[in-house]
């Protein structure tokens, strides 16, 4: 079945550090591909999401490459700020398994001032 | 715009107690989702419906557990009798017609903690 597998965390970074969080999945079609947030003591929000190979998604400095070769869609951001702090969910969608979103563990990010 | 409303945030009852959430969706939505997220299984879909009917309940644990949607605005889970496994948060999650199961708004979840 689909599946996605994040990096463990928890990861933590001093500010305008590099962020990268792995992602890579498995799934039997040709899946869209997503990332989530979740905030402190919110839900989850869509993040970014990309629907086909080497499509690029990016929202608030975020970007993620949809990579088919590698079947990965790490998250990217060049200069975190402590209001990234979140944890991030990879997902994927998929007619397989009825377009529902199977989501990854989560890696929780503290950035420190 | 309000978002997806779910009460209560926080919900502390004794093992074999009923307990009701609730969720109401963002107007217009069609989809409405019942997640539960554990540290153990992470965030697992627990059902779905699609125009107030019933879509997909696989992922609902055991017959303890029960969801309706009597109308579009309004949906609850319910657990009964509850176990002190069932403690998690709780979140509803609702979509769009034009984003359909992929663009979800979630709420701010309910913490629930079964003693």
């Known amino acids: 079945g689909d599946s996605v597998t994040q990096m463990e965390g928890p990861v933590t970074l001093s500010e305008e550090a590099f962020l990268t969080i792995n992602c890579t999945y498995t799934?039997?079609?040709?899946?869209?591909l997503f990332w989530y947030v979740q905030y402190p003591g919110e839900g989850l929000q869509l993040l970014l999401k990309a629907t086909k190979a080497d499509d690029k998604g990016s929202n608030k400095g975020f970007e993620a490459t949809y990579r088919k070769e590698t079947t990965s869609f790490h998250l990217e951001k060049g200069s975190v700020q402590v209001s990234d702090s979140a944890v991030y969910f990879c997902?994927?969608?998929?007619?397989?398994?009825?377009?529902?979103?199977?989501f990854g563990a989560g890696t929780t990010v503290t950035v420190r001032a | 715009d309000a978002g997806v409303i779910q009460s209560p945030r926080h919900e502390v009852t004794e093992m074999g107690q009923e307990v009701t959430l609730r969720c109401k969706p963002i107007?217009?939505?069609?989809?409405l989702f019942w997640y539960r997220q554990t540290m153990m299984r992470g965030l697992e879909l627990l059902i779905y419906?699609?125009?107030?009917?019933?879509?997909?309940d696989s992922g609902m644990p055991e017959d303890r557990f029960s969801a309706k949607m009597p109308n579009a605005s309004f949906s609850t889970l319910k657990i009964q009798p509850s176990e002190p496994r069932d403690s998690a948060v709780y979140f509803c999650a609702s979509s769009s017609p034009t984003f359909a199961r992929e663009k979800l708004f979630f709420g701010s979840g309910t913490q629930l903690s079964v003693l």
């Open positions: 799934a039997t079609g040709y899946p869209s």
């Open positions: 107007s217009g939505h069609d989809y």
């Open positions: 997902a994927l969608s998929d007619w397989s398994n009825d377009y529902k979103l199977s």
């Open positions: 419906f699609n125009n107030n009917v019933p879509i997909d």
